[in-house]
């Protein structure tokens, strides 16, 4: 953006005779020979910046220039009674202290006719209408001449704003924002200052960061003003603002705030029940925080569960969450299912177990009349996810013989190499599922068949 703003001319006070031609630089108004070229229309500009004054000049006909002196009005006096002297090429004669060191000449040869100046760090008191005065010998005796045409500059409060540079903002990556000044002026270097609002807008700082300030020579009466503003950034300055304050000589400020993404990706988390009964529902969710949202896919790995009857398809996707939702599962919902997310160009992926529980009807197989001295053989089983704890028991009066025999899962047998009578009764199966039990009584029985036992006397009386 350019600061070179073309001056204007206040032209009230052309007079008939006055000789105008247009150019570049702006109108010609000539007087008895003595011309100066200004440009027309108001010149307004932003305080803290600078302006430059376009000039050229000629003088009349046996007059040589020796110096060169600026002064300004103020607005409020278009008659300009009271000038005040801005500039003047001799350096030893004062001019007025507020514009001291403010107001450059662009060509110091006068013999290249031109009178064009630079005012910088512009204060709203500045406002006016300045002209030309030329000092030098007229045939050899001192003179000067002063042009009537003027130029007026409206100086009004900052409003430029800095320009607020940000490269993309990853997580872990070290990064450099930086921030323009607005104007190019030359000689009123700013203060520039970042300021970050963390979340919930409190006014915070990032740690860890660094500052630097630059100033890039444009042209001898340009320059470029630049800080930057390097740290690590994280999740925590996801959607936050920065702030780059500009402050001109302290009193003028201007500042732009912008708002911070932050790509970062968290941990994937699955939360939900992972163990559900048969016929009751499965819902698992994969989250994962990030920005930007994470694209996310249910996979299963397990086979035939799927709408398709395919195998490893998306079942449930989304962004930032996907929820997997199964009603009524069966036995063979069972398996690994897989959460993908997939966050710009990494896939993260977390497995999951899915148990379905279940549990069928208590079977007892084996003949339960046994003879004796055979063996009782009977397997008391329950098909079931996870395996049940089985127990047999004999059901007696006799404590002795109340007592478990036989403790597996899934199935539990009942072996008895070499029955005896006494092992005739109430046997009870019971299988313990997730803290419920089931049992199943059994009746024994023994079957036996003794020597023919010959009672009477084989000595008998005649
Ligand atoms: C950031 O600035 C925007 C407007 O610029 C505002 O709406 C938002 O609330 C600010 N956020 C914080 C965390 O201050
Ligand atoms: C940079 O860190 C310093 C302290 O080390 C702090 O005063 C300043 O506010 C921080 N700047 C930002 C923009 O957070
Ligand atoms: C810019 O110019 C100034 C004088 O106008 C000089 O002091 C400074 O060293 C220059 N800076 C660079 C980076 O050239
Ligand atoms: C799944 O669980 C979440 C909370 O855990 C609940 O909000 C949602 O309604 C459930 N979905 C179904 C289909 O049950
Ligand atoms: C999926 O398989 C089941 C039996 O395994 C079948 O009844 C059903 O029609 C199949 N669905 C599709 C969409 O092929
Ligand atoms: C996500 O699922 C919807 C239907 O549930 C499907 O139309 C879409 O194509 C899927 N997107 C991807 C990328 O798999
Ligand atoms: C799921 O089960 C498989 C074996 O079936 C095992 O290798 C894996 O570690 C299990 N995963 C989790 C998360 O428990
Ligand atoms: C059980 O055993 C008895 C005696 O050994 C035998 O008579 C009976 O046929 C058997 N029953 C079955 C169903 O095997
Ligand atoms: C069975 O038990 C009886 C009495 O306890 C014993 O006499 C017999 O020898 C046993 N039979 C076998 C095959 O062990
Ligand atoms: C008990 O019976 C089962 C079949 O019901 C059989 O497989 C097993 O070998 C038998 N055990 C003995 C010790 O006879
Ligand atoms: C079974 O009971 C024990 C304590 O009695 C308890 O800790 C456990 O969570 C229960 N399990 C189920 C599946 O209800
Ligand atoms: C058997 O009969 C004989 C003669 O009649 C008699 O002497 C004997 O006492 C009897 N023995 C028993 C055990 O009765």
Request: aromatic share 8%; charged share 15%.
């Amino acid at each position: 953006m350019s600061v070179f703003i073309w001056a204007a001319l206040l032209s009230s006070v052309t007079c008939s005779s006055a000789d105008i031609s247009a150019s570049a630089w702006g109108r010609q108004h000539c007087v008895s020979g003595y011309c100066v070229t200004l440009n027309e229309g108001e010149v307004t500009v932003e305080a803290g910046l600078c302006v430059v004054i376009p000039c050229s000049f000629r003088t009349g006909d046996g007059f040589t220039p020796k110096h060169l002196a600026w002064y300004k009005c103020e607005v409020s006096e278009p008659r300009c009674g009271n000038p005040i002297m801005i500039f003047h090429t001799n350096n030893s004669i004062k001019v007025q202290s507020g514009f001291k060191g403010r107001v450059s000449f662009l060509e110091h040869d006068l013999s290249q006719n031109n009178c064009s100046i630079f005012i910088n760090k512009l204060k709203q008191s500045d406002s006016g209408s300045y002209h030309l005065r030329v000092i030098g010998e007229l045939n050899g005796k001192p003179d000067g001449f002063s042009f009537s045409p003027r130029v007026t500059v409206y100086v009004k409060g900052l409003k430029l704003k800095p320009t607020v540079m940000i490269p993309t903002l990853t997580e872990g990556q070290q990064a450099t924002l930086t921030c323009t000044a607005p104007g190019l002026c030359s000689g009123s270097v700013p203060q520039i200052t970042w300021t970050w609002r963390g979340a919930g807008g409190t006014e915070s700082y990032i740690t860890g960061n660094s500052t630097d300030f630059k100033t890039e020579n444009l042209t001898a009466f340009t320059q470029r003003h630049i800080s930057t503003l390097t740290f690590n950034p994280s999740a925590k300055h996801h959607n936050t603002n920065v702030t780059c304050m500009i402050s001109f000589t302290g009193e003028t400020i201007t500042e732009e705030t912008s708002t911070l993404n932050v790509n970062y990706l968290k941990e994937v988390k699955i939360s939900g029940v992972t163990r559900v009964k048969e016929h009751e529902s499965l819902n698992l969710t994969c989250s994962v925080e990030s920005f930007p949202p994470a694209f996310i896919v249910w996979k299963s790995l397990t086979t035939n569960i799927n709408p398709d009857n395919g195998t490893n398809t998306d079942l449930y996707n989304d962004t930032g969450s996907a929820t997997l939702v199964i009603q009524n599962v069966a036995a063979e919902h069972s398996g690994q299912y897989v959460c993908e997310a997939k966050h710009l160009d990494t896939f993260l992926t977390v497995n999951v177990n899915v148990t379905v529980t279940y549990k069928r009807n208590l079977q007892i197989t084996g003949n339960t009349t046994v003879e004796e001295e055979h063996v009782l053989n009977l397997t008391c089983s329950v098909e079931s996810f996870p395996p049940a704890l089985i127990v047999w028991k004999k059901l007696s009066t006799n404590p002795n013989l109340h007592s478990g025999t036989c403790l597996y899962t899934g199935s539990a047998t009942l072996n008895i190499p070499n029955v005896t009578a006494q092992h005739s009764g109430q046997y009870i199966c019971s299988a313990e599922h997730l803290n419920t039990t089931v049992t199943s009584y059994v009746s024994v029985t023994v079957t036996y068949l003794r020597q023919p036992l010959i009672i009477g006397n084989t000595t008998v009386k005649e």
